[in-house]
């Protein structure tokens, strides 16, 4: 059965050429496209040469969006002792101990990022199950393991995020809001580009960047081209 494609989207598409944009292009013809009814987020999907079935071709880890990601996001903090106030005072939004490892247990995810101290790393471990799936568990790649609660608390707040490729290479990444200027969405998308080329896996050959497409959430897929954005110099892109 074909899938039904709305008048609006149909509309959407019609304005998107089968061809490389420049990334600038790229972002303005996004906003243009982001005609929903809510606030949409710009996404970015990236396909990279690499095969995260082996572990030296497996690619996890942060960013830190200079312009934001435009949402609010909301900090869980599993801590111990003086950490609990160290947390709650950099504005954490839930903080706790072995009872919030049994609230969450419970079925509680009122939080859209779990930060925990070493210490209590062991308890947090049979959460794996629940968190695992929804790209919650705490990791020290994804900068969420540590005692310096308070420094993660306020990068997350202010735009930091955790990515990955998933098992056939792709990464998925927000990086901003339909409603940011064209500009500011280079400069957050530039960051990304970055990081992803500075974390290249040492087990990846030949061709690392195969295609990146943007889009905003209702929007149709809009493809970058790739070789414009890396040869972008960041005072260009600022």
Request: overall charge positive.
């Amino acid at each position: 059965m074909t899938k039904k494609v709305s008048r609006r989207l149909q509309g959407l598409l019609e304005k998107v050429e089968d061809s490389d944009y420049s990334p600038l292009d790229a972002l303005s013809l996004l906003k243009e496209t982001a005609t929903a009814k809510f606030s949409e987020s710009a996404e970015a999907h990236i396909r990279l040469g690499i095969d995260p079935k082996y572990t030296d071709q497996q690619l996890r880890t942060t960013v830190a969006l200079p312009k934001g990601t435009g949402q609010i996001v909301r900090v869980a903090v599993i801590a111990r002792g003086e950490k609990v106030t160290e947390a709650s005072n950099a504005g954490a939004d839930i903080v706790g101990s072995e009872e919030l490892i049994e609230q969450i247990q419970k079925g509680m995810m009122d939080f859209d990022k779990l930060i925990a101290t070493p210490d209590v790393m062991p308890q947090v471990a049979r959460l794996g199950k629940l968190l695992g799936p929804r790209g919650l568990m705490p990791s020290p790649k994804g900068g969420t393991v540590t005692f310096d609660v308070a420094s993660a608390i306020a990068e997350f707040k202010a735009g930091k995020l955790e990515f990955r490729a998933d098992r056939t290479g792709i990464v998925h990444v927000i990086f901003g809001k339909a409603s940011f200027s064209p500009e500011d969405l280079l400069v957050n998308l530039k960051a990304l580009q970055e990081t992803i080329d500075r974390n290249r896996p040492s087990g990846a050959k030949g061709r690392y960047w195969r295609t990146m497409y943007v889009s905003a959430t209702m929007g149709p897929s809009i493809k970058v081209d790739v070789n414009a954005l890396r040869d972008l110099k960041l005072s260009e892109a600022a």
